[in-house]
């Protein structure tokens, strides 16, 4: 699979302040819930872009064009965003946004994902909008589960939870293509909440 930008680094989890780039890191011993968000003011907040397009790996291998980079022409909190283009006309594909991050705790540590997307609303077909938590990296879009569609005009919250045990874990959000349509998203304000009784 070809992929565009950096490897992914393992960050130390701290909250922060929304709106600044913030990273995950050791918590408190008393602590059951942290908080998490990232809004790509201060550049991509240690997160990087990947794809998958089966027809890649064709005998005669396709071209799918897309891209994902940070932008200020849109954004649902501060200035930047990240803005992804995906050519579904190319072939069927997914494209996200992606970060390992290395979790600290005794016991499962529930998290709670929530993400913003901004649609112009103008598609003929609605497209999933995909995330995905788990041990694995996600290389492919079969990994991801739907959290819902685009196509409403504005910016729309998407949702995705799951349990995972202590260790590395895979963060990714993003969408996939459904037709042989252009499609233009901007992403926005990634917010985690971290449950656990005995984070350490």
Sequence with gaps: MRRQGATCLVPRLVAGLLGMAMVLSAMPAA?????????????WG????????????????????????????????????????????????????????????????HITLQFHLRDDGEGATAWPVVAYIGAQDPESGDAFS????????????YVHDATVAPGIVWVAFGFRSASAEERIHDMDLVEMTLETSSIV
């Design 146 to 157: 739907v959290v819902g569609q685009d196509g409403a005009a504005g910016w729309t919250a």
């Design 31 to 43: 602590a059951d819930t942290t908080p998490y968000a990232e809004s790509f003011e201060e550049g």
């Design 46 to 109: 240690g997160w990087d872009r990947d794809h998958d397009a089966p027809c890649e790996e064709d005998p005669t291998p396709c071209v799918v064009d897309w891209a994902i980079d940070r932008n200020n022409a849109a954004a649902f909190h501060g200035v930047w965003s990240l803005r992804a283009y995906l050519d579904g006309r190319d072939g069927a594909a997914a494209i996200w946004a992606e970060q390992q991050f290395d979790l600290l705790a005794m016991g499962p540590i």
